[in-house]
């Protein structure tokens, strides 16, 4: 059991880092039917509901670029997500022999680094709102680089908390939130299609970054690997801050936590709906890359399998996230979401299901992976549609707070394997392919709360 820990672990990462992304827009745009007829409200509402974004600036002559310095924001967020780090040195070689438990209580290091990457979103929006975009990706990089640079000190597990736990998370959300609040600026008609290439990131750096930190855990340790890692966070990190700016300069109005979070947003259907849908997604999105690992190693195959299927996995979702947001930018947001949900349900129940071979195994998360990170591409721009970019920073906020539930969907699995006798692993598959599989139903509720025409671009 102990050999695939680090494909767990790698994996784990991967997820954490994603998990926060956001949109905004430069004050002075505003919604195009803003002076419409009582006709053309109507037409053009459903138009923006359907996501298809079509806000006007205030100037005319201030129009949307669609790109040309956009691509460089791209770039910057893009490396921004390619980052991630690693634990099972830890496991392995200082905490295993001498703590009981050792794996359940570095479990924890993850779990704080995802509550804070979501919890801290609203801080993030109001330091961007008091210092500007830079000061607050500066502020970000500083503590991503410290948390990762210093867990390679740790010598209790405590201090990870600390370290990779809580600064690192800190600095995760402060980057992603203000980071991908200046992207969407620069896109109109191809909004979709950047994100889902910003998002994309995370899946190589899913795939490379296990193969640069196992060489050098071999020849330096785990200490030196996260020093590394570190170092290599801070450059691309840097890059982000000096390639990243607002397209229009915001004006510096300091931003009260109230003016962020605003309960009064749940009084949408529409987005009442979107948080469950998108919370029930979270939680089995993780599965998988949980349990995986383990049910390869149950069937006695070896580590570098193992290895090689999460590999594929991050290819794939490389791969998915651009096409998602490609396919959004034709047939909607919504739309496309209900697509992803759907295959990447009828993989877990269709495939993982009667998987015993290492073929059918690659075969699952190489379909899981290209369709079960849509959530990254798109909460940005569904989020945005629902609430309007002027209760977007707000519907944000909410929608990332009510996804840390999502962080114990594992834990709950782990409870019914335990109180069940079927067949080892089973009950992790149908739990995947169910929670999936109800987000797909409960987006098809969104689809038609928004919009009533069974072919309408939502």
């Excluded at 002559?61 to 770039?75: M, S």
């Excluded at 290439?197 to 020849?219: H, Q």
């Excluded at 759907?342 to 129940?349: K, Q, R, Y």
């Amino acid at each position: 059991m102990q050999q695939n820990k680090p494909t767990i672990l790698y994996s784990f990462h991967y997820i954490i880092i994603e998990n926060v992304v956001t949109i905004d827009s430069p004050s002075s745009e505003k919604n195009s039917h803003s002076s419409a007829t009582h006709e053309d409200c109507e037409s053009v509402r459903s138009k923006t509901l359907a996501c298809s974004d079509e806000e006007k600036p205030a100037d005319n002559n201030d129009k949307i670029p669609d790109g040309g310095y956009g691509w460089f924001i791209v770039v910057g967020a893009f490396l921004v997500q390619v980052t991630s780090v690693m634990q099972d040195y830890y496991e392995q070689n200082v905490f295993g022999d001498r703590v009981s438990n050792a794996p359940l209580q570095l479990s924890f290091v993850g779990t704080f680094c995802l509550i804070f990457s979501n919890a801290m979103g609203p801080v993030a929006q109001i330091l961007q709102s008091m210092l500007g975009t830079r000061a607050v990706l500066f502020i970000g990089t500083i503590f991503i680089a410290v948390g990762v640079i210093i867990a390679g000190f740790s010598t209790e597990i405590w201090h990870l908390y600390l370290t990779q736990g809580i600064c690192f998370g800190i600095g995760v959300s402060f980057m992603y939130v203000t980071i991908m609040s200046v992207a969407p600026q620069y896109f109109n008609r191809r909004r979709g299609f950047a994100l889902g290439l910003i998002a994309s990131g995370s899946g190589i750096g899913g795939l490379i970054m296990p193969f640069i930190m196992t060489p050098i855990n071999k020849s330096l340790g785990g200490g030196w690997t996260y020093r590394v890692v570190g170092f290599i966070c801070l450059a691309c990190d840097l890059v982000a801050c000096i390639l990243v700016k607002d397209r229009i300069p915001r004006p510096r109005v300091r931003k009260r936590l109230g003016d962020i979070i605003k309960f009064s947003v749940f009084k949408d259907s529409s987005f009442r709906i979107w948080c469950l849908g998108a919370t029930m997604q979270m939680v089995g999105y993780f599965i998988p890359f949980f349990f995986v690992p383990s049910h390869a190693t149950y069937l006695g195959l070896s580590a570098s399998q193992g290895s090689s299927m999460v590999a594929v996995s991050c290819a794939m979702n490389f791969v998915g996230r651009i096409v998602c947001g490609f396919l959004a930018d034709k047939l909607g947001n919504i739309n496309t979401n209900i697509i992803y949900l759907t295959i990447a349900s009828l993989s877990n129940f269709l495939i993982w299901t009667f998987a015993y071979t290492y073929g059918t195994l690659v075969a699952f998360m190489a379909i899981f992976g290209f369709t079960c990170g849509s959530y990254f591409a798109l909460v940005s721009p569904i989020t945005a549609s629902i609430c309007g970019m002027e209760k977007f920073p707000t519907g944000l906020s909410m929608v990332l707070i009510s996804n840390v539930i999502a962080v114990f969907g594992p834990n709950i699995a782990s409870a019914i394997e335990s109180g069940v006798s079927s067949e080892r692993f089973f009950s992790y598959k149908m739990f995947a392919g169910v929670a999936y599989i109800l987000s797909a139903l409960i987006m098809t509720w969104l689809k038609f709360n928004v919009n009533r025409k069974p072919f309408a671009k939502v």
